[in-house]
């Protein structure tokens, strides 16, 4: 397993979104990929809940090396989590990832916990409470402008909410970093399992993809 710090993305260029870690080479030479994204049917169609995920990492051989499931749909009105439980091939349990929605309403933030096997367990918000104090009076009025510019075709992207998360232990030590304008993962504690790593970047692009993910946001349609 990997030590010390290490950079992590998701790259939509390729039929699945693929995981990579940065490696140690020039450009993209040493970076390594640790598995595809690929979203698994449920069967359910379209009356799946909006929260339920199913999908395979897969890596080398075409071998999946991790599976999520959905332990337990989420609920924004109730503020019910989503629940889910990620596994090795041989159905072993690696970690479980819980994600509670913000409610704007009580100016709550959405939330990721993360638990490994090991015992580890960390947590993070989206944003920072000061770039959403700023984001609300100013942010919120500028996105809506242009979404409508947009809208008339004069205008890009809109303005978007504060994206970076911070996982946190206990003790307020910071475990993994997700950088919202660069849309890279860095992960500053080696003892984390590269699986549930992957697992979890899954799922935080399932809600929050990357501005390239083009068609395979939420990894397509099952």
């Known amino acids: 397993m990997a030590e010390g710090r290490m950079t992590y993305n998701v790259r939509y260029g390729t039929s699945w979104p ?62 019910r989590p989503a629940v889910y439980r990620v596994d090795d091939p041989y159905g072993a349990p690696l970690g479980r990832i819980t994600y509670r929605r913000g409610r704007a309403l009580r100016g709550a933030r959405a939330r990721w ?26 942010g919120l009025p500028v996105s809506l402008l242009w979404l409508i510019l947009s809208l008339l075709g004069e205008g890009d992207d809109a303005f978007g909410k504060p994206r970076r998360v911070i996982w946190r232990d206990s003790s307020r030590r910071a475990h993994l970093v997700f950088r919202g304008v660069a849309d890279e993962y860095r992960v500053l504690d080696g003892s984390w399992d590269p699986r549930l790593v992957a697992a979890l970047l899954g799922l935080h692009q399932s809600y929050d993809p990357s501005e390239g993910s083009g068609a395979n946001g939420w990894y397509a349609s099952s």
């Not at 049917?41 to 959905?70: H, K, L, N, P």
């Not at 916990?113 to 100013?138: D, H, I, K, M």
């Open 113 to 138: 916990t993360v638990e490994s096997v090991t015992g580890q367990s960390v947590r993070g918000f989206r944003g920072r409470l000061f770039w959403w104090a700023v984001w609300w009076p100013v």
């Open 18 to 79: 693929v995981v990579v870690r940065r490696g140690d080479g020039a450009g993209r030479e040493g970076d390594i990929a640790i598995g595809l994204l690929c979203r698994v049917s449920d069967g359910r169609g379209e009356a799946a809940d909006s929260s339920a995920r199913t999908f395979d990492v897969v890596g080398e051989g075409q071998t999946a090396i991790a599976r999520v499931t959905t332990e337990q749909t989420g609920s924004r009105i109730s503020g």
